[in-house]
T-cell receptor
């Protein structure tokens, strides 16, 4: 069938190195930003979220940074492992409306 | 493991056939969604529902229709499938509350129309 949208950019990282995946968002009114991981043949899975009044949030091996001035979001993965190979999507939602808008996505390839 | 189920996982059908993709969740979530995703591409919202008897069209125009008669069930129907409908369809759900609207996704239904 006819493809919809853009092909995903790819980031290749050596195993053990840190990965930084970037995302630009469009709606300055968004309340929350969420990162999802999609492995091959599966649906996206929640990784971490951050509220718009924060600029940094840390999870297990992951850190999300939010720069509202330039509408930029990043996901940092420490000590990248082969199991981190997947497509990563950022998403945003405005609390009152709850509709979630997904970004383009980035394919992360971990080189053993 | 996510409690949201999609069937069939894979479907190959001929042009003109009517198909229904099933989606069920056991989490009691009031909001449900359908996204369309071509391999290696973006996610596009095609339908969503905020509760029983509530359905809305998403950002991407789609010839499919949905219904929400029960909280746990959100089927998607194509009355007459065409090759341009070939894609992966992802169902998701979330609960109402303060905070981020975190979606739980099913594994997807990959549709091929010949």
């Amino acid at each position: 069938g006819e493809s919809v949208g853009l092909h995903l950019p790819t980031l290749s990282v050596q195993e053990g190195d840190n990965s930084i995946i970037n995302c630009a968002y469009s709606n300055s009114a968004s309340d929350y930003f969420i990162w999802y991981k999609q492995e091959s043949g599966k649906g996206p899975q929640f990784i971490i979220d951050i509220r718009s009044n924060m600029d940094k949030r840390q999870g297990q091996r992951v850190t999300v940074l939010l720069n509202k001035t330039v509408k930029h979001l990043s996901l940092q993965i420490a000590a990248t492992q082969p199991g981190d190979s997947a497509v990563y999507f950022c998403a945003e939602n405005i609390g009152g409306y709850q509709k979630v808008t997904f970004g383009t996505g980035t394919k992360l390839q971990v080189i053993p | 493991e996510a409690d949201i189920y999609q069937t069939p996982r894979y479907l190959v059908i001929g042009t003109g056939k009517k198909i229904t993709l099933e989606c069920s969740q056991t989490m009691g979530h009031d909001k449900m969604y359908w996204y369309q995703q071509d391999p290696g591409m973006e996610l596009h919202l095609i339908h969503y529902s905020y509760g029983v008897n509530s359905t809305e069209k998403g950002d991407l125009s789609s010839e499919s229709t949905v219904s929400r008669i029960r909280t746990e069930h959100f089927p998607l129907t194509l009355e007459s499938a065409r090759p341009s409908h070939t894609s992966q369809y992802l169902c998701a759900s979330s609960e109402t509350g303060s905070g981020a609207n975190v979606l739980t996704f099913g594994a997807g239904s990959r549709l091929t129309v010949l």
